[in-house]
């Protein structure tokens, strides 16, 4: 039983460049999430997703796109990478949401120069 | 819009000693609370929760958290500190519109041998 994996596990993007961060979970979870991890700063939420072919935005949305086709799959978009996004991102999945715990990943970490 | 607060970035005790870690908390309607730690390079792991019942919330690892409504507290507890507790400890609380979760700023612990 794998849980949340997410890929990859470290990043450097150029100003500008785009890439995709993976997530995928096999606890057949309904609810997934993409957090960001700034330092003091707490975890923030980016996008979320209730089920497949639904997503949502979180507290800080701009800048990122997803996407839900399949129950497993949560990937995070990042389109025109910017030094602000430099960040630590985690995924987390929730069997029916937040009150019976996140299963999390291990995270991304991204360097934007 | 709901809040958490975690008014100590570290906190210091000795081995043996027991510890606290303070959080409050501002939501509307019932709150549904979480302890989750992290160790280095790793995904957040869930400690315990508060949704309802007793005050005085049993977790992982020998931890207990109490839950206090009128000071709107929900501080994290151990009895006897151990070396192998220094982590970094977040407290949240459910957005029950999005389901959710909001974290605090996250608490670093560090207990000395």
């Known amino acids: 039983n794998a849980g949340v994996t997410q890929t990859p596990k470290f990043r450097i993007l150029k100003i500008g460049q785009s890439m995709t961060l993976q997530c995928t979970q096999d606890m057949n979870h309904n609810y997934m999430y993409w957090y960001r991890q700034d330092p003091g700063m707490g975890l923030k939420l980016i996008y979320y997703s209730v089920g497949a072919g639904i997503t949502d935005k979180g507290e800080v949305p701009n800048g990122y796109n997803v996407s839900r086709s399949t129950t497993e799959d949560f990937p995070l978009r990042l389109e025109l990478a910017a030094p602000s996004q430099t960040s630590v991102y985690f995924c987390?999945?929730?069997?029916?949401?937040?009150?019976?715990?996140?299963?999390f990943g291990s995270g991304t970490r991204l360097t934007v120069v | 819009a709901q809040s958490v607060a975690q008014p100590e970035d570290q906190v210091n005790v000795a081995e043996g000693n027991p510890l606290t870690v303070k959080c409050t908390y501002s939501?509307?309607?019932?709150?549904?609370l979480f302890w989750y730690v992290q160790y280095p390079n790793r995904g957040l792991q869930f400690l315990l929760k508060y949704i309802t019942g007793d005050n005085l919330v049993k977790g992982s690892y020998g931890f207990e958290a109490e839950f206090n409504k009128s000071q709107t507290s929900f501080h994290l507890k151990k009895p006897s500190a151990l070396v192998s507790d220094s982590a970094l400890y977040f407290c949240?609380?459910?957005?029950?519109?999005?389901?959710?979760?909001?974290f605090g700023s996250g608490t670093r612990l560090q207990v000395q041998p």
């Open positions: 987390a999945s929730s069997y029916e949401g937040a009150d019976y715990g996140y299963t």
């Open positions: 939501v509307s309607g019932n709150p549904y």
């Open positions: 949240a609380a459910m957005d029950t519109g999005r389901r959710a979760l909001t």
